[in-house]
T-cell receptor, first 114, second 113 residues
Protein backbone atom coordinates (compact mmCIF):
# COMPACT_ATOMS: atom_id res chain seq x y z
CA UNK A 1 0.00 0.00 0.00
CA UNK A 2 1.27 3.48 -0.84
CA UNK A 3 0.22 4.89 2.49
CA UNK A 4 -1.82 8.04 3.01
CA UNK A 5 -1.47 10.32 0.00
CA UNK A 6 -1.91 14.07 0.23
CA UNK A 7 -1.86 16.73 -2.44
CA UNK A 8 -0.54 19.22 -3.08
CA UNK A 9 2.71 19.06 -1.06
CA UNK A 10 3.04 22.82 -1.11
CA UNK A 11 0.45 25.52 -1.71
CA UNK A 12 1.14 29.24 -1.88
CA UNK A 13 -1.87 31.49 -2.28
CA UNK A 14 -3.01 35.02 -1.67
CA UNK A 15 -5.30 36.08 1.10
CA UNK A 16 -8.94 35.70 0.15
CA UNK A 17 -8.40 32.83 -2.27
CA UNK A 18 -10.01 29.41 -1.90
CA UNK A 19 -7.69 26.55 -0.98
CA UNK A 20 -8.52 22.85 -1.36
CA UNK A 21 -6.37 20.14 0.20
CA UNK A 22 -6.81 16.53 -0.82
CA UNK A 23 -6.29 13.19 0.88
CA UNK A 24 -6.47 9.53 -0.05
CA UNK A 25 -6.45 7.31 3.05
CA UNK A 26 -5.09 3.79 3.29
CA UNK A 27 -7.53 1.32 1.79
CA UNK A 28 -9.58 -0.45 4.43
CA UNK A 29 -9.09 2.18 7.10
CA UNK A 30 -12.34 3.29 8.73
CA UNK A 31 -11.16 6.56 10.27
CA UNK A 32 -9.81 9.66 8.59
CA UNK A 33 -8.43 12.67 10.43
CA UNK A 34 -7.40 16.19 9.41
CA UNK A 35 -4.75 17.85 11.59
CA UNK A 36 -3.06 21.24 11.47
CA UNK A 37 0.50 21.66 12.75
CA UNK A 38 2.22 24.88 13.79
CA UNK A 39 5.32 25.51 15.88
CA UNK A 40 3.28 27.28 18.54
CA UNK A 41 0.43 24.82 18.93
CA UNK A 42 1.78 21.51 17.68
CA UNK A 43 -0.70 19.10 16.07
CA UNK A 44 -4.34 20.11 16.39
CA UNK A 45 -7.23 17.89 15.39
CA UNK A 46 -9.59 19.71 13.04
CA UNK A 47 -12.12 17.04 12.16
CA UNK A 48 -12.42 13.29 11.85
CA UNK A 49 -14.64 10.91 9.89
CA UNK A 50 -15.76 7.36 10.59
CA UNK A 51 -16.88 5.39 7.55
CA UNK A 52 -17.12 8.64 5.56
CA UNK A 53 -19.37 10.32 8.17
CA UNK A 54 -18.07 13.44 9.99
CA UNK A 55 -18.07 12.64 13.71
CA UNK A 56 -16.40 15.57 15.43
CA UNK A 57 -15.68 18.92 13.78
CA UNK A 58 -15.24 20.89 16.99
CA UNK A 59 -11.62 21.58 16.08
CA UNK A 60 -12.49 23.42 12.87
CA UNK A 61 -11.45 26.97 13.68
CA UNK A 62 -14.08 28.91 11.76
CA UNK A 63 -16.83 28.62 9.21
CA UNK A 64 -14.21 29.33 6.58
CA UNK A 65 -13.07 25.73 7.02
CA UNK A 66 -15.05 22.80 5.66
CA UNK A 67 -14.27 19.13 5.03
CA UNK A 68 -15.94 16.41 3.04
CA UNK A 69 -15.48 12.70 2.52
CA UNK A 70 -17.65 11.68 -0.46
CA UNK A 71 -16.32 8.12 -0.44
CA UNK A 72 -13.95 5.82 1.43
CA UNK A 73 -10.95 6.73 -0.69
CA UNK A 74 -11.09 10.52 -0.84
CA UNK A 75 -11.42 13.53 1.42
CA UNK A 76 -10.99 17.28 1.00
CA UNK A 77 -10.34 20.14 3.37
CA UNK A 78 -11.36 23.51 2.02
CA UNK A 79 -10.56 26.99 3.28
CA UNK A 80 -12.60 29.84 1.82
CA UNK A 81 -11.55 32.60 2.07
CA UNK A 82 -8.01 31.93 3.19
CA UNK A 83 -6.17 34.22 5.61
CA UNK A 84 -2.45 34.55 6.50
CA UNK A 85 -3.05 32.99 9.92
CA UNK A 86 -4.13 29.78 8.16
CA UNK A 87 -0.51 29.24 7.12
CA UNK A 88 0.56 25.88 8.58
CA UNK A 89 1.18 22.27 7.64
CA UNK A 90 -2.02 20.30 7.21
CA UNK A 91 -1.87 16.55 7.74
CA UNK A 92 -4.32 13.85 6.84
CA UNK A 93 -4.13 10.58 8.79
CA UNK A 94 -6.08 7.34 8.81
CA UNK A 95 -6.51 4.46 11.21
CA UNK A 96 -7.97 1.04 10.87
CA UNK A 97 -10.93 0.09 13.02
CA UNK A 98 -10.91 2.11 16.24
CA UNK A 99 -10.69 5.79 17.01
CA UNK A 100 -7.46 5.62 18.99
CA UNK A 101 -5.47 3.06 17.07
CA UNK A 102 -2.11 3.84 15.50
CA UNK A 103 -2.39 6.71 13.07
CA UNK A 104 -0.82 6.62 9.63
CA UNK A 105 -0.02 10.13 8.46
CA UNK A 106 0.43 11.54 5.00
CA UNK A 107 3.38 13.77 4.19
CA UNK A 108 1.34 16.90 4.72
CA UNK A 109 0.52 20.04 2.74
CA UNK A 110 2.59 23.11 3.54
CA UNK A 111 0.18 26.04 3.13
CA UNK A 112 1.40 29.61 2.88
CA UNK A 113 -1.20 32.37 2.62
CA UNK A 114 0.34 35.70 1.65
CA UNK B 1 -8.51 19.07 30.81
CA UNK B 2 -6.48 16.34 29.08
CA UNK B 3 -2.96 17.58 28.44
CA UNK B 4 0.42 16.21 27.38
CA UNK B 5 3.56 18.22 28.18
CA UNK B 6 6.95 17.39 26.71
CA UNK B 7 10.43 18.49 27.68
CA UNK B 8 12.81 19.73 26.63
CA UNK B 9 11.35 21.72 23.75
CA UNK B 10 14.57 21.18 21.80
CA UNK B 11 17.84 19.34 22.29
CA UNK B 12 21.20 19.22 20.53
CA UNK B 13 23.54 16.27 21.12
CA UNK B 14 26.71 14.87 19.58
CA UNK B 15 26.52 11.77 17.44
CA UNK B 16 27.06 8.65 19.53
CA UNK B 17 25.72 10.17 22.74
CA UNK B 18 22.58 9.08 24.60
CA UNK B 19 19.59 11.27 25.41
CA UNK B 20 16.26 11.08 27.20
CA UNK B 21 13.07 12.88 26.28
CA UNK B 22 10.29 13.42 28.82
CA UNK B 23 6.51 13.32 28.60
CA UNK B 24 4.08 14.23 31.40
CA UNK B 25 0.36 13.77 30.92
CA UNK B 26 -2.90 14.39 32.75
CA UNK B 27 -5.05 12.07 30.62
CA UNK B 28 -6.85 9.71 32.96
CA UNK B 29 -7.87 7.03 32.56
CA UNK B 30 -5.87 6.16 29.47
CA UNK B 31 -5.49 3.04 27.37
CA UNK B 32 -2.09 3.53 25.76
CA UNK B 33 0.74 5.95 25.12
CA UNK B 34 2.67 6.20 21.87
CA UNK B 35 5.85 7.93 20.80
CA UNK B 36 5.92 9.17 17.22
CA UNK B 37 8.97 10.26 15.24
CA UNK B 38 8.52 13.07 12.74
CA UNK B 39 11.29 13.70 10.22
CA UNK B 40 11.49 17.14 8.66
CA UNK B 41 8.95 17.51 5.87
CA UNK B 42 7.22 14.23 6.70
CA UNK B 43 4.28 13.07 8.75
CA UNK B 44 4.75 11.45 12.18
CA UNK B 45 5.44 7.71 12.31
CA UNK B 46 4.70 5.51 15.32
CA UNK B 47 7.81 4.29 17.18
CA UNK B 48 6.44 2.52 20.23
CA UNK B 49 3.19 1.84 22.02
CA UNK B 50 2.81 1.18 25.71
CA UNK B 51 -0.32 0.13 27.56
CA UNK B 52 -1.00 1.29 31.10
CA UNK B 53 0.33 -2.00 32.50
CA UNK B 54 3.72 -1.86 30.76
CA UNK B 55 6.80 -0.24 32.26
CA UNK B 56 9.43 -0.56 29.53
CA UNK B 57 9.47 -1.31 25.84
CA UNK B 58 12.38 -1.26 23.42
CA UNK B 59 12.56 -0.78 19.68
CA UNK B 60 16.18 -1.05 18.62
CA UNK B 61 18.08 1.90 20.08
CA UNK B 62 14.84 3.43 21.37
CA UNK B 63 13.57 2.51 24.85
CA UNK B 64 10.33 3.90 26.20
CA UNK B 65 9.37 3.83 29.86
CA UNK B 66 6.03 4.47 31.51
CA UNK B 67 5.09 5.22 35.10
CA UNK B 68 1.30 5.27 35.25
CA UNK B 69 1.34 6.33 38.92
CA UNK B 70 3.22 9.56 38.27
CA UNK B 71 1.80 9.91 34.74
CA UNK B 72 5.23 10.17 33.18
CA UNK B 73 6.87 8.57 30.17
CA UNK B 74 10.34 8.87 28.74
CA UNK B 75 12.01 7.97 25.47
CA UNK B 76 15.68 7.06 25.72
CA UNK B 77 17.83 7.01 22.60
CA UNK B 78 21.09 5.11 22.82
CA UNK B 79 24.18 5.76 20.69
CA UNK B 80 22.47 8.49 18.70
CA UNK B 81 22.88 8.72 14.94
CA UNK B 82 22.48 11.64 12.57
CA UNK B 83 19.28 10.03 11.30
CA UNK B 84 17.75 10.37 14.76
CA UNK B 85 17.42 14.11 14.12
CA UNK B 86 13.67 14.65 14.17
CA UNK B 87 10.77 15.74 16.35
CA UNK B 88 9.52 13.18 18.85
CA UNK B 89 5.86 13.46 19.80
CA UNK B 90 4.19 11.85 22.81
CA UNK B 91 0.55 10.87 22.23
CA UNK B 92 -1.86 9.57 24.86
CA UNK B 93 -5.03 7.67 24.07
CA UNK B 94 -7.93 8.25 26.52
CA UNK B 95 -9.68 5.12 27.70
CA UNK B 96 -12.99 6.57 26.60
CA UNK B 97 -13.62 5.13 23.17
CA UNK B 98 -14.99 8.34 21.71
CA UNK B 99 -12.35 10.81 22.88
CA UNK B 100 -9.60 11.54 20.34
CA UNK B 101 -5.89 11.25 20.97
CA UNK B 102 -4.09 13.92 22.99
CA UNK B 103 -0.83 15.13 21.48
CA UNK B 104 2.21 16.77 23.03
CA UNK B 105 3.95 19.55 21.11
CA UNK B 106 7.05 17.44 20.63
CA UNK B 107 10.78 17.64 21.34
CA UNK B 108 12.99 18.73 18.46
CA UNK B 109 16.20 16.63 18.55
CA UNK B 110 19.26 17.58 16.54
CA UNK B 111 22.16 15.12 16.38
CA UNK B 112 25.38 16.71 15.13
CA UNK B 113 28.68 15.18 14.00
Amino acid sequence: DAGVIQSPRHEVTEMGQEVTLRCKPISGHDYLFWYRQTMMRGLELLIYFNNNVPIDDSGMPEDRFSAKMPNASFSTLKIQPSEPRDSAVYFCASSQAQLNEKLFFGSGTQLSVL
Amino acid sequence: KNQVEQSPQSLIILEGKNCTLQCNYTVSPFSNLRWYKQDTGRGPVSLTIMTFSENTKSNGRYTATLDADTKQSSLHITASQLSDSASYICVVSPLSGNTPLVFGKGTRLSVIA
